[in-house]
């Protein structure tokens, strides 16, 4: 019962914006303050985690590498899983990030008769992942016409696309569908896999919880409970957030307050979580460095500096001690003058 917690916290979120808003006043604080300290600890926290990442020396080159190293001509080097510059570092991240390549090659243990131990690809959690960050990422540029006016050509074109089933009026957003299935297989991943169920704890549960309440009240507000809401309002307050000039002018509708202050404690609590994977990607030794550490010299930052000792120099310092004990010299002594 570990997601109880976590599942309690999210409902009770939502129930302090259901109730807090009916508190006279309080749709500014809600409304306004909320949003601004919860962007500020979003901020803040981001750069804060990216820098102190940014600054942790890395003393050792620790690219993981799957594949074909560089060697002789003739060896065909795998450019991807053992990229040596740059420009392929670059690529095999692209393919990290937009396509979650790792993922893709995912696999699942079991445990036959016999005792037979079996790893067998495993797609699901690619298909689910992939599925949830690009719903995600369509929703937030889809509501970036909550926040800009005139509504640019790239948002009103990522809504006639993400609709184009024209289900509904209002018309079903596929991203819709899409997010919270995604969002239910990955929890019930969670529930059923018996070692994935060992492993998770509060804050595995939390955001999903958080991300799936967001999705419900949106969808609500725009599907079941469109009339109590003011999209009027809503637009001329998002706009006013953004421009630093934020002004409350109708009574909006609570379903909104808890739509808003959930996707306010997403951002607040993001900073602190495994959500900074987001920004951690880009700074993970293991996928960022090349694997030239046959070609260059890779120095550990904290390294005292040591001077060079050759044998040449210690035999010099040496060389009548060892003569002395008979230990044999590469250069003899010069010979003894007779004084
Ligand atoms: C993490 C960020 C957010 C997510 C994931 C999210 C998710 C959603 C979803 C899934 C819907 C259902 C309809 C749709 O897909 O457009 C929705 C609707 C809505 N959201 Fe959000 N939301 C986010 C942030 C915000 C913010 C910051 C605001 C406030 C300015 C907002 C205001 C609204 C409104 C007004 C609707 C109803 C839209 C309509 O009736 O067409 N959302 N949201």
Redesign the pocket.
Known sequence: MKYAFPLAAVIALVLIALVGVQIPGMQYFFGIVI?YAAMALFLGGFCLRVIYWARSPVPFKIPTTCGQGFSLDWIKQDKLEAPTNTSQVVARMFLEIFLFRSLWRNTKSTVYDGPKLTYESSKWLWLFGIMFHYS?LV??I??MR??MDPVPFAVSFTETI?SLLQIGA?TM?M??VT?VLALLFLFGRRLTNPHVRYLSLANDYFPLFL?LG??T???L???FL?TD?D?NA??Q??VG?VTFHPTISADIGAI?YA??FL?CT??AYFPMSKLMHMGGVFLSPTRNMANDSRMKRHVNPWNPSIKPHSYASYEDEFREDMVEQGIPVEKELPPKTDE
């Open positions: 949003p995600f929703i937030v889809r509501h909550l926040f993400d209002p957003y991203t819709d997010i991300i967001v999705a009240t949106g969808i507000m725009r599907f469109r809401v999209i809503i637009k307050l998002a957030l909104f739509h808003l996707v997403l951002l």
